[in-house]
């Protein structure tokens, strides 16, 4: 297994346009979580898949903002009508559920620029 | 509510000496801590996790911390920098049993030759 994989690395989009980011989990994981991270800052947690089931929710997670992850496999993450500060780093990250808690293991992000 | 504090935002050494990179953390509940270290337009890699085993808790690459319930810290160190460990450091913390982290604004490590 190679790792929690992110699709596209890097992705500039005009302000108003729609975008939306892949992450493929390590395969047995079966909890997914999305981040962002601004200039300067730690990631902030945007949502997070227990399988199927996005279990919450994170108030900075806009109405513009959907995530889903159907089969529990891979998750997808589309911001509609995007706008100057959504640019950040997406990262995904996935671990799994045991009785003692695991780390989330982390993709290598994808960079959004809004113009 | 659950925070984390990284004091210092840049911290420079020597290669050679010894990195101190500090994190307090607020939480009502016995935490889960974690150290986490991030290279330039990469995501972020596990150094070291604090679970309510071991107090002092080894990693990778050499890193070490340390959990002080009395002083709610739990400091990285590394006793001889090098080169290849200049990166931006996050420190984290969830509450037991659960999947949310709240990190730290991070501190950037350089290295000097």
């Known amino acids: 297994d190679t790792g929690v994989s992110q699709d596209p690395r890097h992705k500039i989009t005009k302000r108003g346009q729609n975008v939306t980011f892949r992450c493929d989990p390590i395969?047995?994981?079966?909890?997914l979580y999305w981040y962002r991270q601004t200039l300067g800052q730690g990631p902030e947690f945007l949502t997070y898949f227990q399988n199927e089931a996005q279990l919450e929710k994170s108030r900075l997670l806009s109405d513009r903002f959907s995530a889903e992850r159907p089969k529990g496999s891979f998750s997808t993450l589309e911001i509609q009508r995007t706008e100057q500060g959504d640019s950040a780093m997406y990262l995904c990250?996935?671990?799994?559920?045991?009785?003692?808690?695991?780390?989330?293991?982390f993709g290598q992000g994808t960079r959004l620029t809004v113009v | 509510a659950q925070s984390v504090t990284q004091l210092g935002s840049h911290v420079s050494v020597s290669e050679g000496a010894l990195v101190l990179l500090r994190c307090n953390y607020s939480?009502?509940?016995?935490?889960?801590l974690f150290w986490y270290v991030q290279y330039p337009n990469q995501g972020l890699q596990l150094l070291l996790k604090y679970t309510s085993a071991a107090t002092l808790v080894k990693g990778i690459n050499g890193f070490e911390a340390e959990f002080k319930k009395s002083e709610t810290s739990f400091h990285l160190t590394k006793p001889s920098a090098h080169m290849s460990d200049a990166a931006e450091y996050f420190c984290?913390?969830?509450?037991?049993?659960?999947?949310?982290?709240?990190f730290g604004t991070g501190t950037r490590l350089k290295v000097l030759a």
């Open positions: 990250a996935s671990s799994e559920i045991r009785a003692r808690h695991t780390e989330a293991f």
């Open positions: 395969s047995e994981h079966n909890r």
């Open positions: 984290a913390v969830s509450e037991s049993g659960t999947y949310k982290y709240i």
């Open positions: 939480s009502s509940v016995p935490p889960y």
